[in-house]
């Protein structure tokens, strides 16, 4: 079921002539299931601060060259002669079991994610709805950068479940990762809309039938 909070706490909101749906949760929830859903079924641009985050330490960047610096062969991708290239299960097990290295690589790549927003923002300021989809939507106080909130929610037993299938981890790794957002119960009453993702793909596009722009009216 699709619930709207019983309380809520007023976060700043964006307010101006687009539509602009900052859809989050925890990770593992089902934010790229809801995010696909609206980009094929109802066509919208998808602005997805993941994908930003893997540019951001692409072989070669700033952010890539900086990363080796501070932590060298530990975390170098083996047979990269030519480009400075990144192992990224290594470095997340670095910054997922230390919170000051965690914070070290946020304030290096956050910033270049935050610009790649408003570049494609720009870009797409035409469109009547974008959505913008960001893990750590409350974590990083970007509220602002939205008209509304979706937060994408599921059991903790899913959660747990489906971060080690998707990521073929082990449960201390998944809850060291879990650990390091806030819990699905902070999120819930900050959100205008919650999407409860426990059941299966038809009944979360029937729920997000009713909060996708009506014009548009496609379900799966």
């Known amino acids: 079921m699709t619930t709207e909070p019983s309380s809520r706490v007023p976060l700043p909101r964006w307010h101006g002539p687009q539509r602009r749906i900052g859809l989050t949760g925890g990770i593992a929830t089902g934010k790229s299931s809801v995010g696909h859903y609206l980009a094929e079924q109802h066509a919208l641009p998808v602005l997805d601060a993941d994908v930003y985050a893997r540019e951001a330490l692409a072989p070669g960047s700033a952010a890539t060259i900086a990363v080796l ?20 299960s290594a470095l997340g097990r670095i910054v997922f079991s230390d919170t000051s290295e965690r914070r070290w690589l946020e304030q290096l790549v956050h910033p270049i994610v935050a610009k790649r927003f408003d570049v494609a923002l720009g870009d797409l300021s035409a469109e009547p709805v974008v959505v913008l989809m960001v893990p750590l939507l409350f974590e990083a106080k970007l509220t602002d950068l939205c008209s509304e909130v979706w937060l994408v929610d599921c059991s903790p037993a899913q959660q747990y479940q489906r971060l080690m299938a998707r990521d073929e981890i082990t449960l201390k790794e998944a809850e060291q990762r879990i650990a390091t957002q806030w819990p699905l119960d902070r999120k819930r009453p900050l959100a205008d809309v919650v999407i409860d993702n426990r059941g299966t793909l038809q009944q979360l596009a029937e729920q997000l039938s009713r909060y996708a722009p009506s014009e548009l009216g496609t379900t799966w």
């Open 69 to 88: 610096a501070r932590y060298g062969s530990a975390v170098g991708e083996a047979g990269q002669r030519s480009r400075a290239s990144l192992d990224r």
